[in-house]
């Protein structure tokens, strides 16, 4: 039986074949039951290039006619986006030092802190903004307090793992000297999180710059206020400048975000 | 002897003080003129708490009474992702050649380029409300929007990923005369394959979760059902939904997770 | 005057580290600690001002029971006993004077913590060391620039800052070179001198340990099994002493037991 055949050969073992085969076979049924499935009118899907091309037609060429409007309003994006962060970051402090197991008082503290941060993570920039529209009204003050409950989630994550894992020597040490609680954590713990603490805080201003261009689509201020309105009214000349603003915003932070991270670090 | 020094001060960070207080008062000034000329409206801003108590005080207990709608809902996000996953992570496979450097021609290398870097410039809600407006409501806006979206992510790692492979096997091929296209197939694609995988299965999760919020600019979803509950004022099933949301994340997340830690 | 008695370490359930340890230390003089790997030298240590908490027994500085004090009062208690390290315990990115003064964080207030405003007498007490070992040309410099060597200083100088009653070393010389190894050595006997302050060290080089030390306790699984003078730590002893693994030891412990 175990004759080596020497002109067959063959990557995988039969078995590997069989579990590699099974997961191409299952992904190709559930690719096929959502489409099969999906509440898709397929005639527009055929139609969808030229409507696409119709669309884009009409965006040339951008029309500046309201540029110091859109500005002043990417102004504001920018503002919201920076002072979101600024708050986000001194809540997510404490946040962060309940959340870690070796700073957390207790075992509550713990659970209440890991409970702020899956609660302010799982729920998108999005939804919170549609909550706190509902409660603040249409503005930028949802737009600001929506940026900030999601990025204490982010922020509070990243520096809780980082107090999780800093070189536990230096707390001996000053524990052996009598420092209080207060003073080892000013000493042998701010020092290391620093780092991490800065590239943190910038990372997460960068990606919420990008996120408050949208939170004026459901009224929470912002750029977004101007380009629903555009999309509204169908002008799309104008849409399109939006969105060039838009690029040119996000990349700039990117470059910016970038070179502060080289800066500091 | 010398007498001892008794005054020390840390260096501080920003040598120049001149720089040093200039920097702190345009933090101030910063901080000053942006919550003076930031258009918000203060007297609606202060209701809130009476408003976050009536909404809240509506939520509970979460409504799970229409969870016909909610099951469909998230369904459809569910095929939305599924569907913009495999599209976007096939899509972004020539991209991502077009945006190798390794690989692509200069002109061709900037396209790809340039087209990565619009789909990750916006957000996938922007995207979503032009095809709304482009093909109209509904899961087909949502599966187009979250295909560029994937292209943002998945093209650009697997760009970096192709920039990075080991030339030898490449240099081997052509020696040996084989034509482009065999080349790509066999000295390229075993080299990124399995990270084409991992990124599929992680693009998965992220698109799950985008797909939840597109939903709430009419692209389809779950969060099309979100957005009606609030525009309704129905804060009990909106936190029923949101809940399911979040339970949905989290799956996603962990299994996602394990998945990769597998297959790596 | 350190006094140990009857001293019990005992980790989980198993087999206890320290067992039933006696000990005592008058004076400035510098004992030094030797004993393999596991015997409990560290343990020992750490024991004393509780940064391991012992099982049972006592421990007395100059009058003050350690093993009987309230979170609080231990806290106050520890200012009192200095303790140098083998990995340096530095804070990395601070610079050696905010290391050095971390040593009197017992001792100032919060705000003069934050502020880094520290006491005048600090200040020229922590120059007047840093002279001494001569390293006060590196106050504004990060400690993770300095060399090993000039870290363990730091390390020394945090320590004498409390303004301790003795000073423990935990194998204050294994990350370093010889040379740099018995500078360290060297530095520790003479400040005991000068300071009037007794030195306890874990040690693993005999040979430093000979020549340094006014007294030799020998330690092997969990005991003290020889304690006298440095000449008179014969081959026989140290035969004793580092003779046998831990695994044997406790076998034999096994059998009598």
Redesign the interface.
Same mark, same amino acid.
């Given at each position: 039986m175990e004759q080596l055949s020497l002109h067959e050969w063959s990557r995988y073992t039969p078995r590997q074949r069989f579990q590699r085969y099974a997961c191409f076979a299952l992904a190709t049924l559930?690719?096929a039951?959502?489409?099969g499935?999906? !509440?898709?009118?397929w005639a527009?899907?055929w139609?969808?290039p030229n409507?696409?091309g119709?669309?884009f037609s009409r965006m040339v060429p951008p029309d500046p006619a309201n540029l110091d409007q859109i500005l002043s309003a990417l102004l504001?994006t920018v !503002?919201?986006a920076?002072?979101a962060t600024?708050l986000a970051v001194v809540l997510a402090l404490p946040v962060a030092y309940i959340a870690a197991q070796n700073t957390t008082p207790n075992a509550v503290t713990l659970w209440i802190g890991r409970f702020i941060l899956?609660?302010s993570r799982?729920? !998108?920039t999005?939804?919170w903004a549609?909550?706190f529209v509902?409660? =603040?009204?249409p503005?930028?003050?949802a737009g600001i307090v929506a940026i900030m409950f999601r990025s204490i989630g982010f922020l509070g994550k990243l520096l809780g793992e980082a107090i999780e894992e800093i070189?536990p020597?230096?707390v001996?040490?000053?524990?052996?000297?009598?420092?209080?609680h =207060?003073?080892?954590v000013?000493?042998?713990i701010v020092?290391?999180v620093?780092?991490t603490f800065f590239a943190v805080s910038i990372l997460r201003w960068d990606i919420n710059l990008?996120?408050s261009?949208?939170l004026g689509?459901?009224g929470a201020?912002g750029i977004?206020v101007i380009?629903?309105g555009a999309?509204d009214t169908f002008n799309w000349q104008e849409?399109s400048t939006v969105?060039i603003a838009?690029?040119v915003l996000?990349?700039t932070g990117e470059v910016v975000s970038s070179y502060l991270r080289r800066r500091i670090l | 002897m010398t007498a001892v020094r008794n005054h020390w001060r840390k260096q501080p960070f920003i040598a120049s003080p001149l720089l040093r207080y200039g920097l702190y008062a345009a933090v101030i000034a910063y901080v000053a003129v942006t919550v003076t000329t930031l258009p918000i409206d203060w007297t609606r801003a202060s209701q809130g708490l009476e408003r976050a108590g009536r909404i809240f005080g509506g939520a509970f207990p979460p409504s799970f009474q229409r969870s016909g709608l909610l099951i469909d809902g998230f369904l459809e996000s569910l095929k939305i992702a599924l569907l913009a996953t495999v599209g976007g992570v096939f899509l972004s496979i020539p991209i991502a050649f077009m945006a190798a450097r390794n690989i692509a021609p200069l002109p061709i290398y900037y396209l790809g380029r340039g087209i990565i870097v619009v789909a990750r410039s916006f957000h996938p809600v922007i995207v979503a409300i032009v095809f709304v407006k482009a093909v109209g409501f509904g899961p087909f806006a949502g599966v187009l929007t979250l295909v560029v979206y994937s292209i943002g992510f998945v093209a650009k790692l697997l760009a970096e990923r192709i920039e990075e492979i080991d030339p030898g096997p490449v240099e081997a091929m052509k020696s040996a005369g084989a034509p482009f296209l065999s080349v790509l197939i066999y000295a390229v694609f075993p080299q990124i394959m399995q990270r084409q995988i991992g990124l599929g299965i992680y693009q998965l999760d992220s698109n799950l979760r985008a797909s939840a919020v597109v939903g709430i600019v009419g692209a389809g979803g779950i969060g099309a059902t979100l957005a009606n509950a609030f525009g309704r004022y129905d804060y009990d099933f909106a936190l029923a939904i949101t809940m399911v949301i979040v339970g949905v994340i989290l799956i996603s997340e962990a299994v996602s997770g394990a998945i990769r830690k597998r297959i790596a | 005057m350190l006094k140990i008695k009857s001293l019990v370490k005992r980790y989980g359930a198993g087999d206890p580290v320290l067992k039933d340890l006696n000990l005592e230390i008058e004076g400035d003089q510098v004992v030094s600690v030797i004993g393999s790997s596991g015997a409990g030298k560290s343990t020992l240590l750490r024991c004393i001002n509780r940064l391991v908490e012992p099982t049972s027994g006592t421990i007395s500085l100059n009058g003050t029971d350690f093993t009987a004090l309230g979170k609080r009062d231990l806290r106050i208690a520890r200012r009192r006993v200095g303790m140098v390290f083998q990995s340096f315990n530095l804070i990395d990115r601070l610079t050696v004077m905010e290391n050095v003064q971390s040593g009197r964080l017992g001792y100032i207030s919060t705000w003069a913590a934050l502020t880094r405003r520290y006491p005048k007498e600090d200040i020229r007490r922590a120059f007047e060391l840093m002279e001494r070992v001569g390293i006060a040309h590196y106050a504004d410099k990060r400690a993770d620039e300095l060399s090993g060597g000039e870290r363990q200083r730091v390390g020394v100088i945090r320590a004498l800052m409390q303004q301790p009653e003795i000073l423990l070393a935990d194998e204050p010389t294994a990350s370093l070179d010889p040379k740099t190894s018995e500078q360290i050595m060297m530095l520790l006997r003479d400040l005991a001198n000068e300071l009037k302050l007794p030195v306890i060290i874990n040690i693993h080089n005999v040979h430093e340990a000979r020549e340094f030390s006014d007294r030799i306790v020998g330690m092997r699984y969990g005991r003290i099994i020889f304690d006298d003078l440095p000449e008179a730590l014969s081959e026989e002893a140290m035969h004793d002493i580092y003779a046998g693994i831990p695994h044997a030891d406790r076998q034999v412990e096994g059998e009598a037991a």
């Open positions: 559930v690719v039951w959502a489409l499935s999906v !509440n898709i009118v527009w899907v139609d969808a409507q696409m119709d669309l504001d !503002n919201l920076t002072i600024a899956v609660s799982s729920v !998108n999005i939804i549609l909550l509902a409660i =603040f009204g503005g930028i003050v070189d020597r230096p001996e040490a000053l524990q052996a000297c009598g420092a209080s =207060f003073k080892v000013l000493y042998a020092p290391q620093m780092p990008r996120e261009t949208v689509l459901v201020g977004g380009l629903q999309i849409v969105l838009i690029i996000v990349v | - | -």
